[in-house]
Structure formats: structure tokens, C-alpha cells
């Protein structure tokens, strides 16, 4: 089994020097890798299985799975001494072989279902030209290919490296392209019984100097589920992520040792660069953030508690005057918002015991009501907003990129297959600080289409994916009192999986003290007007972007003005 795995590996590492320069409109990759000063680094995914690597109705889903259709029972040691009564584990087989994007069907009878893929930082021009590509060795870190919410690009705030994290397998589990569910196995320090998905990746951060130079440090926070983004914040690095709690009810959380662990073992996290990967009671979580601390509006008594550690589901992430800053946008549990870590202008350090007792708020005037929708004791139906990448402008302009509630409409209702709420309030929205509260000024989605189904060379035509909002973002000052923001693009689609569509990279440049949105938009995606969407570089099939960052430099003389 082991060779076979390393001859899978070496053949994917083949596959990735062919398509790290398979773009005939840009340059080639060059021997002596650096990214180039003003430009944006893009994250990007390649689907590099084949048809053979599943056999429908044959192929065992996840790997190591051994419980069949029923399940098979585990127990779990509780706290105050015994175990658990038998909790089921189930399996199944593969419904669609390894062809792309049929592949993703597999999520049907496989709610664990992923496979790696490799990863690749280009470096591009504002306009979206690709200068150079620097191919991350799979043997060391790999991706799953679509895990929509992965790969989220950070710049430290040294501005000399970007971070995202990935996996590296281990003990007994390699690193490499094409293995199954992945995203959803254990991390080697925390092992839940009851997680059918058995293999054991870290968490890992993945750092990227100037020059292509990469380091590497695994952590176990996020077991079960996958680590969304990374900033080197001095010399710690801050993640956000979320974990998975198997099959343990919401009381097994409390009162098991595994339960116990996950839920520290998820939301904001801290890792020291290079460090030997914590272990569960010391893997740094930062902050409890519970809706129990949160007002009901409607009652104007605190909201009952959740199921533990999934209020602290977060996406995006980002540091703005010394101070962390993270996102809720996913998921049926706890309020979808935006977010402090602690007291303004101090990062979070020390040790687990510090950090646990780390303030998390929702900032003032961002939504408090529940990402379920609908108020728990009047019922009244409440908006949900689904934030996931931020950048601040100013102290008092803060941009976020909402990627939609992920609804497809069927049939479409005028050739639309997103909702009416997503066509309004998703995209880039300009939040504005005024008199102690964050008010939303306006939403920059004009040149989008949300919602609009488009065309895609050698994707099926029923899968059609359409542009549902946007996900990670960075931005940058001009020197006409205007910023420029970049942005990758959230789908909607009839796919098995809307995170393996190919998607988009847009700019949009706003006025930075507008409170209106500017007038002029134009027609077409070509047209660069005040408060237009320019898409600038469109993914292909098998191909998914992710996260982007303006390029880290090392050189003593850059330009520094758009410093957060």
C-alpha cells in the first residue's frame, strides 16, 4: 500500500510541473523563483486524480473505515469515569469513480468526502497577468481540492511572507495528491473514535518569503474538520478554523475527554513557528465565544447556549493596528458576524491557560442574531449575512466580502439561480465606523452576476456554476484618494460540490471616504468605473482559486502606504 502511495505521489509531483505553466497567455515559470514588487500573490488549486483512483460501489468511503452501511459502535471515556454507550460509525462505498467534476458526487455517500490536490502561489499583475508560479512540492503540503473555505492568503504584518495552511500526514499517512477525505480526518494529537474519516493530518501553517523559501509548522487544532487561514502576526502565527465533532451529541461534548478537546480544539488559534505541534490540554485556542454572552434583541434576555465549540466556526481573519480580527460566516450554530480577539492594539500571547481567557466580541453594529435565521423564542425570521474575507481601509472603513447564503434557485427564475437576498446584499459591502457603531454604507456587486450561470471550456454545460458572492480578499491605496480591492469568488451550481467550481478573481476600486455608493458603474465586466466589478482572471476546468495577497518583499526601500 505504501508504494503505491509513493508512486501516486511521484506521479502527481510530474503532473504538477505540466500544469504550473499550462497558461499559454502568460509567462513561463522561471528557475530562480521571487515574486515581484506590486503585485498579488493568488492561491490555486489543480484536480489532478483520474477516473481509476475509485471503483463505484467497490472503493470503501473514508479509508480505514471499517464499519460498513450500520456502523460500527465505539465508545468514548467519559469524565466522570465509564465510557459512553456505543456510538456508530458508518461507512459507505463510492456512488462515482475519480473523473472530474463527477468525482464530487461522492459527497452524496460520503459526507466526508475530499481528495488532495497540490498548490500553487502566482504571482500576477494587478490586472490578473501571470508573471511566475511557484509550485508547493506535494510531498510536504497538499490541499483538498474542494474544501472551498481552504487556503486563504495572508500578509504578515513584516509584509515579508504570506501564510496559508494546508495538510502534512502523520506517522504512517503521506502527504501527497489524491488522497480521500482528508479535510474531515484526524489530526495525530486529537483522535475522535467516532469519526469515520481515520487518517491523521495536521493542521499545517505553510509560510512563503519574498524569494519562494518555504517553512512549514504542524498543528492539531481543527481535528475533523480543516484550518481556513493563517497570519503571522511578529513572530506568531493566528489562525481561525473549525473542527468536527464526529458522531458525539451536543451533551457528549461536555461530558467526554475527546468531546472536552475539541472544543478547545477549534476558532481562533495560536502556534509558535517551528514548534513541536501542542497536544490537547495545550493546543492554544484564543477566546470561548459563546452566544450565551449575546442579547437577544427580541427578548432582551441572553440566548441559551449551543452545542459547544461551534460558535466558534470562523472563515476569515485578519490583524489591523496590532489588533486580530475573525469572521463567522458558515454554519447552523452560533451568529454569523465580525469580530475583536482581545483588547484593542495587544495580540494574543502566553500560554493556553492566557490565551482561554481572551475576550472575543462581536463589533458594534454588526448583526447579533443567530446564523440559524430565525429567532429561538419569537420564531420572527432574522437577515443572515455570511462574511468571510475583511480588509480594513481606515480605522473607520472596513470592507467584507459576503459570499452569499449558497443557494442555488431552481429552476431560475429569470435566469437567476441565487436568491434575491444574495443578488442584494452579497459581494464586497463598505462597512463605516461612526459614533462608536459599524453601519453598513452600501454593497459593491454591480459587474458580478450574482446568480448569472456561465461558461466554462470543458465543463459540462449542466453544471454551469454562477458567481455567488466573495471569499478572501486583500486591498490597496491609491494615490488619488481611492482603494483598490481584490477578491476571489464564491458559487452556486448543480454540482456534486459548489467549492470544485471554477471560479473567479475580481478587482473593484472604491472612493475611500465615500458613504454613497459612486455613480458611473458600468456594463460590462471590462469597464473599470468607481464601484464596478472587473473580473480579471477566471479559473479553468479542474482548476479553483482561493485565497489572494498582495506580494511579500524584502527589500528595505518598498513602498509602505498601504500598510495596515
Known sequence: MKKALLAIAMSMALAVGIQAGNDRDDDHESDHFEFKPGTLVLTRSVYVGTPSLLVPGVTVLPPGCMGGAAGIPVTVP?????????????????SADGTFPNVFNNSATDGHFGITSPIFLDDITTDGHRIDSLAIPTDQIVTSFSSKSELALHLSTDRKSVTFVGYRGGPGFPTAANIFDVS????????DPTNAAAGQYYRAVAEVDAHGHLMITDGNAYSGDNGRGAVKGGSLYYLVGNDNSGSLSKSQLKTTFVGVDLVNDTGAELLVPGQTPPVPPNVTKIGKFDISQVIDPFTNVPYAADKPGKDDNYRGITIYKNTLYITKGSGGNGINSVYQVGVQGTLPSGDAATLAKVPITILPGFPVTLAAGADPTTKAVTPVLYPFGIWFASPNTLYVCDEGDGTLVTPAVNGNVATPYAQATAGVQKWILTSGTWNMAYVMNSGLNIGIPYGVEDYPAALNPATGGCRNMTGK???????????????????GDQGADPNKLFKVTD?????ALPTGDGD?????SLGHIKIIRSA???EVYRGVSLAPQDRDNDDHSDEN
Not at 474531515?184 to 483522535?191: A, C, E, H, W
Open 78 to 94: 467519559l469524565i466522570a469515569g465509564g465510557v459512553t454507550p456505543p456510538i456508530p460509525v458508518p461507512c459507505s462505498v463510492a
Open 184 to 191: 474531515n480526518g484526524n489530526t495525530p494529537g486529537l483522535i
Open 477 to 495: 491605496y491609491n494615490d488619488d484618494g481611492t482603494v483598490t480591492i481584490f477578491a476571489v469568488t464564491s458559487t452556486v451550481s448543480p454540482s
Open 511 to 515: 472612493v475611500l471616504n465615500a458613504t
Open 524 to 528: 460590462n465586466d471590462n469597464d473599470d
Open 540 to 542: 479553468k476546468s479542474g
